[in-house]
Structures are given as structure tokens and as C-alpha cells.
């Protein structure tokens, strides 16, 4: 579990992200609920600086994470980086069969729940509710004793912090009335669904994302995008 215990990493770490970007909120997320010392830097994707673009990334993504003077980036990869900097924070499942199955259930939530995430959060249509739910079916079997995260863990797992803004992301457009909320009653309300609506309560729960999940600018974004389609 995760310490109060600030952890000072080897080398200064500095993330340069962005509070409206899924990916970067990743490795803002798992540097955040392991309590690292770090120096975040928000990057403005629609004006990218020249300092960065020339002096950081010439990618111009986000995350980037700077690792004393090394550059790391994408943000499967930054995230997992940082988890295994801090065996101390448990993030990463000891077993390799946990480890593997974790890795899956991250895997199976990219195939079956990122394509819903991107029409609700991307477009405003979340499609029927047998749409949401079918890949929420889909998804459950790789979701493994969530009592209360991966493997009975009780703190956030590297898999769960994957899935997370993606997650917290459509809940936020459920909850907000910009699209129909029959799909976030009948995850509140039908015990079928009861088991994956608890788990993705607990991580909106966590200190990595009421840390660093900005509703407010989020929410600002997902009314521009939808003014735009």
C-alpha cells in the first residue's frame, strides 16, 4: 500500500502534462496516489510552447516525463515506469500471474469500453444503453475480485490507474445531463451492474484521482467538443 510517507525519487522528477488530456492523467495519477515528489508542468495542447517542442519533446505529447536529464514518454510507458521506480507503493502485483492478469483486464477495457468512451466523451452519443452495457458484459470476467481494486487489493492498482481517466471520464459526461441519464441510473440502480459501478466508484474515490481530475476544465472541454460536431 501505498505510504503517507512522501517518496523522493533517485533523479528530480518533472511531468509535463495536461489537465483536459486521458493519457497524461495516467502518469499524473500514479505519481500522485504513490505520493512522489514531483514538479508538474502543465503544457497547453492548442499552443504548444517552443521551449518544449525544442527543449523537451519535439513530439510535442503529453505525458513526457523527464527523469533527472533523461526524456521518457508515452504514457503506458511513463505510467509503468514510475510504478516500478516505487516497488515500496505496490502498485504493480507481485505474482506474475496477477501481474499478467492485470495487464489483460487493462487490455480487455481498451478493446470493449475505450470505443464508448470516445463516442460519449468525444461526440455526445453514448448509443443505446444495450451498446454500454454490452461492453461492460464483455468486460467483466477480466475484472478480477475488485474487493475493492485488481486482486483484493485495497489501493489502486497499475492496470486500474490505466483505465482511470478514461473511466472517470465517462462518468463525468453521464453525470453532467449533457447526454440521457437512463444509463447512469440503471448502473446506480441494477444489480447486475452493481459489482462494476462500485469499483468504478472506489477509483473516482482515490487520492490519485480526486488529486488530479479536473471536472470543471473537463467539463468545459467535452462542451466545446460537442458545440464542434
Given at each position: 500500500m501505498a505510504s503517507l510517507k512522501a517518496l523522493v525519487p533517485p533523479k528530480p522528477i518533472t511531468l509535463y502534462s495536461s489537465v483536459v488530456c486521458p493519457?497524461?492523467?495516467?502518469?499524473w495519477i500514479v505519481l500522485t496516489q504513490a505520493n512522489v515528489e514531483f514538479e508538474y508542468v502543465e503544457i497547453d495542447l492548442k499552443n504548444k510552447p517552443e521551449w518544449f517542442l525544442k527543449e523537451v519533446n519535439p513530439g510535442g505529447k503529453v505525458p513526457t516525463l523527464k527523469y533527472g536529464d533523461d526524456i521518457i514518454i508515452e504514457s503506458a510507458i511513463t505510467t509503468e515506469f514510475v510504478a516500478d521506480l516505487f516497488p515500496e507503493a505496490q502498485l504493480i502485483p507481485r505474482d506474475p500471474f496477477l501481474r499478467a492478469q492485470s495487464r489483460l483486464m487493462a487490455d480487455r477495457f481498451s478493446e470493449f469500453l475505450f470505443p464508448i468512451y470516445r463516442e460519449v466523451y468525444y461526440s455526445g452519443n453514448p448509443g443505446s444503453d444495450a451498446k454500454i452495457f454490452d461492453a461492460i458484459d464483455k468486460f467483466l470476467p477480466y475484472l478480477?475480485?475488485?474487493?475493492?481494486?485488481?486482486g483484493g487489493s485495497d489501493h489502486l492498482t497499475l492496470a486500474e490507474i490505466l483505465i482511470a481517466p478514461f473511466l472517470s471520464r465517462i462518468y463525468l459526461v453521464l453525470e453532467s445531463?449533457?447526454?440521457?441519464?437512463?444509463?447512469?441510473?440503471?448502473?446506480?440502480?441494477d444489480p447486475k451492474?452493481?459489482?462494476?459501478?462500485?469499483w468504478a466508484q472506489n477509483i473516482l474515490a482515490t487520492p490519485g484521482l480526486k488529486g488530479t481530475f479536473d471536472k470543471t476544465a473537463n467539463l468545459a472541454w467535452v462542451k466545446e467538443r460537442y458545440a464542434s460536431v
Amino acid at each position: 500500500m501505498a505510504s503517507l510517507k512522501a517518496l523522493v525519487p533517485p533523479k528530480p522528477i518533472t511531468l509535463y502534462s495536461s489537465v483536459v488530456c486521458p493519457w497524461a492523467a495516467r502518469t499524473w495519477i500514479v505519481l500522485t496516489q504513490a505520493n512522489v515528489e514531483f514538479e508538474y508542468v502543465e503544457i497547453d495542447l492548442k499552443n504548444k510552447p517552443e521551449w518544449f517542442l525544442k527543449e523537451v519533446n519535439p513530439g510535442g505529447k503529453v505525458p513526457t516525463l523527464k527523469y533527472g536529464d533523461d526524456i521518457i514518454i508515452e504514457s503506458a510507458i511513463t505510467t509503468e515506469f514510475v510504478a516500478d521506480l516505487f516497488p515500496e507503493a505496490q502498485l504493480i502485483p507481485r505474482d506474475p500471474f496477477l501481474r499478467a492478469q492485470s495487464r489483460l483486464m487493462a487490455d480487455r477495457f481498451s478493446e470493449f469500453l475505450f470505443p464508448i468512451y470516445r463516442e460519449v466523451y468525444y461526440s455526445g452519443n453514448p448509443g443505446s444503453d444495450a451498446k454500454i452495457f454490452d461492453a461492460i458484459d464483455k468486460f467483466l470476467p477480466y475484472l478480477k475480485d475488485a474487493k475493492p481494486f485488481f486482486g483484493g487489493s485495497d489501493h489502486l492498482t497499475l492496470a486500474e490507474i490505466l483505465i482511470a481517466p478514461f473511466l472517470s471520464r465517462i462518468y463525468l459526461v453521464l453525470e453532467s445531463g449533457l447526454v440521457g441519464d437512463e444509463t447512469l441510473k440503471t448502473l446506480a440502480s441494477d444489480p447486475k451492474y452493481e459489482y462494476f459501478n462500485t469499483w468504478a466508484q472506489n477509483i473516482l474515490a482515490t487520492p490519485g484521482l480526486k488529486g488530479t481530475f479536473d471536472k470543471t476544465a473537463n467539463l468545459a472541454w467535452v462542451k466545446e467538443r460537442y458545440a464542434s460536431v
